[in-house]
Each structure stands twice: as structure tokens, then as C-alpha cells.
């Protein structure tokens, strides 16, 4: 059973830093692209970040340039969102997608 776990989110001041994890179980995590979306409230889920099967590509939308970065072990099937200098902009619950699949999502406020 594919199973996909969010943690690391929570309260942070602007100019913070967070890490989110994904725990992936029940299929080949590092056979699959991983994806990172969020959605703040009132939003539509946006695309946030894709990595490869072996982390040497990523990818990261315009708005988080910079600032986050997507990693993986999968010898630990877990996937990463390094998120630095965050901004108020950047609250919103974040998932992680892996074919199709999704976790059930982290909270993450930034706020002072």
C-alpha cells in the first residue's frame, strides 16, 4: 500500500528556515520523480518542486527560486524541501506527490 508521510512543518518568522520530509513506504520510492506542492487558503494546490529518480535534477517554480531546494535519500525512502528565507507568502499546508499519490500534508506559517 503506497503510503506517503509529510512532517517538519510549523510556525516560523519571516527570514526562517524549515526542512519538510516525506516518508515514502509500499512501492520503489527511487524509481519515481517526487514532487513537492502546496496550498495556501483559499488557493488552488500549486506545483512547488520536482526532483529526479536520483537527485542530480531539480526543479523549483519561480516564487521559491532560490530559497528552497528538493532533495531525496532513497536508500531512506525520504524525500526533503530545504525552505529558506521564507515569507508570510509561503504559508500554506505542503504535500509531497510521488505518481499519483499524496501524503496527507505538513502546515507551514510563516508569521512574526
Known amino acids: 500500500q503506497v503510503r506517503l508521510v509529510e512532517s517538519g512543518g510549523g510556525l516560523v518568522q519571516p527570514g526562517g528556515s524549515l526542512r519538510l520530509s516525506c516518508a515514502a513506504s509500499?512501492?520503489?520510492?527511487?524509481?519515481?520523480?517526487a514532487n513537492w506542492y502546496r496550498q495556501a487558503p483559499g488557493k488552488e494546490r500549486e506545483f512547488v518542486a520536482q526532483i529526479d529518480t536520483f537527485g542530480r535534477s531539480t526543479y523549483v517554480v519561480d516564487s521559491v527560486k532560490g530559497r528552497f531546494t528538493a532533495s531525496r535519500d532513497n536508500a531512506k525512502n525520504l524525500l526533503y524541501l530545504q525552505m529558506n528565507s521564507l515569507i508570510p507568502e509561503d504559508t500554506a499546508v505542503y504535500y509531497c506527490?510521488?505518481?499519483?499519490?499524496w501524503g496527507q500534508g505538513t502546515q507551514v506559517t510563516v508569521s512574526s
Open positions: 506527490m510521488v505518481d499519483g499519490s
Open positions: 509500499g512501492f520503489t520510492f527511487s524509481r519515481y520523480l
